[in-house]
């Protein structure tokens, strides 16, 4: 049996991380962000962290994605997701976008083409989420592989790069 469609209008924060969770824990093989700098995200939280871990566990071919303009806010504020990074550097990466697509303002969390929660722009919390909705989320996935094509590798699991 096929799960139901499931669309869900947000506009606080607590709502957008709420359906964040739940569209990591629906995720069984990738998870691809996208946001300018994920300052809204709460990306360094035990939950967060916790959620990507398990998910990063699930299975070894589990891939997390992350795109953004800046990194220097998970850098500087989010020790407990630079230690995630580290432990699995082999299933993470983040990339830098280029200045050519700073311009784009959305921010996005999508897992397996199929469940999306999305902030129309990354000032403001007013979006929607879709859950089992390959169509719904098609358009993100096109958006964040053309994106990823662009971007450039950014954050590193150390100082150095290494």
């Known amino acids: 049996m096929q799960d139901e469609t499931k669309t869900i209008v947000f506009s606080t924060r607590a709502e957008f991380l709420d359906l964040v969770h739940e569209c990591v824990t629906h995720a069984n093989t990738y998870l691809q962000l996208f946001d300018p700098d994920f300052a809204r995200w709460s990306l360094g939280a035990p939950e967060t962290v916790s959620a990507l871990r398990q998910f990063l566990l699930l299975k ?50 999508l897992a397996d083409n199929s469940h999306l929660v999305r902030r129309f722009h990354a000032d403001h ?37 290494l």
């Open 60 to 109: 070894s071919a589990n891939r997390l994605q992350l795109s953004m303009h800046r990194s220097d806010y998970l850098q500087q504020n989010c020790p407990r997701f630079l230690m995630l990074l580290k432990d699995f550097d082999h299933a993470m990466t983040c990339r830098l976008t280029p200045k050519n697509l700073h311009h784009l303002t959305d921010s996005f969390c």
């Open 125 to 161: 919390f007013r979006g929607v989420a879709t859950f089992h909705s390959p169509f719904d989320a098609q358009i993100s996935y096109t958006r964040f592989a053309a994106i990823w094509a662009e971007s450039l590798p950014g954050l590193h699991p150390t100082m150095l790069g």
